[in-house]
């Protein structure tokens, strides 16, 4: 079974930026849409952004609206989240996950994704 593998995590400061890649261990068969959650401490694993596959179509939590951008390169395989303007709130363990298709509708349902990875740390200090 293909799993994904998160990168680029690290410790910054409020108002600095960071940009998670995401790419599968294996060759993923078709065309698959892909997302973010995170995890923050004590709290459920929530929705953050997803992309289909081509890359024409996103969808963001109100949360970081305006301040994370997630984007593709299919030739690479990778999938990215720039986030920008961080902030200590967005301390979280951040997962990319993958499913066949794009469905703007049920992109935060966490059970529609058949393939996640294991999760990269991500820290805002104050």
């Known amino acids: 079974q293909v799993q994904l593998v998160e990168s680029g995590g690290g410790l910054v400061q409020a108002g600095d930026s960071l940009k998670l890649s995401c790419a599968p261990s294996g060759r993923i068969v078709g065309a698959y849409a892909v997302s973010w959650f995170r995890r923050a401490p004590g709290k459920e694993r929530e929705f953050v952004a997803a992309?289909?596959?081509?890359?024409?179509?996103?969808y963001y939590a109100d949360s970081v609206e305006g301040r994370f951008t997630i984007s593709r390169n299919n030739t690479k395989n990778t999938v990215y989240l720039q986030m920008t303007s961080l902030k200590p709130e967005d301390t979280a363990v951040y997962y990319c996950?993958?499913?066949?298709?794009?469905?703007?509708?049920?992109?935060?349902?966490?059970?529609?994704?058949?393939?996640w990875g294991r999760g990269t740390q991500v820290t805002v200090s104050s």
């Open positions: 996950a993958s499913r066949p298709t794009y469905y703007r509708k049920t992109s935060r349902d966490q059970r529609t994704y058949s393939a």
């Open positions: 992309i289909n596959y081509s890359g024409t179509m996103t």
